[in-house]
């Protein structure tokens, strides 16, 4: 079945880099449009980035432009999310999506 488990998730110090992954299985990876989401505690979701099947180029949330990479290995299917320079209003639960479904999650805090 189709399934996306993101893992990478942690505590940092603001100004502190992370690396998000998102395993994918169930479906041909290289062909489906990827997005991060995240929800802060008492907030709605929010879209994060989004990485094109087709090559485009991708796109960001104003508020981590700059700061975010999302990146795909297409072989091993595994979508990325590089954060740098984190805030702690990046604190919030972070998932992977691809239309289908969505993954779990995994936990990011930002905090000294």
């Known amino acids: 079945q189709v399934q996306l488990v993101e893992s990478g998730g942690g505590l940092v110090q603001p100004g502190g880099s992370l690396r998000l992954s998102c395993a994918a299985s169930?479906?041909?990876?290289?062909?489906?449009?990827m997005r991060w989401f995240r929800q802060a505690p008492g907030k709605d979701i929010e879209w994060v980035a989004t990485s094109p099947y087709n090559g485009a180029a991708a796109t960001y949330a104003a508020s981590v432009k700059g700061r975010f990479t999302v990146s795909r290995d297409t072989p091993k299917n595994i979508l990325y999310l590089q954060m740098n320079s984190l805030k702690p209003e990046d604190t919030g639960l972070y998932y992977c999506?691809?239309?289908?479904?969505r993954g779990q999650g995994t936990q990011v805090t930002v905090s000294s």
């Open positions: 999506d691809n239309d289908l479904t």
């Open positions: 169930g479906f041909p990876f290289g062909g489906f449009t």
